[in-house]
């Protein structure tokens, strides 16, 4: 079975046991482009975004008048 590379897009074969030396690379193609994936995680560059910004609050929080009891 053949992928593409996450990185680079170079097809990359599925490693066997012919291509052990490949396998600590997989998905990617090498150990280049696995570093570059996760500069890029590190960097923060991989986000999921949301369609819509959460709604602020409409009524005013009242956090300047405290009761207080004064016995």
Not at 50 to 62: A, F, I, L, R, V
Request: proline share 7%; glycine share 8%.
């Amino acid at each position: 079975m053949k992928s593409r590379c996450p990185v680079c897009h170079k097809i990359v074969g599925t490693p066997g046991k012919e291509r052990a030396k490949d396998t600590g690379f997989f998905p990617f193609c090498s150990e280049q482009c696995k570093l570059v994936d996760l500069g890029a995680w590190l960097d923060a560059n991989y986000r999921i975004t949301c369609g819509q910004q959460p709604e602020e609050s409409k009524e005013p929080s009242d956090t300047t008048s405290l009761s207080s009891d004064s016995r």
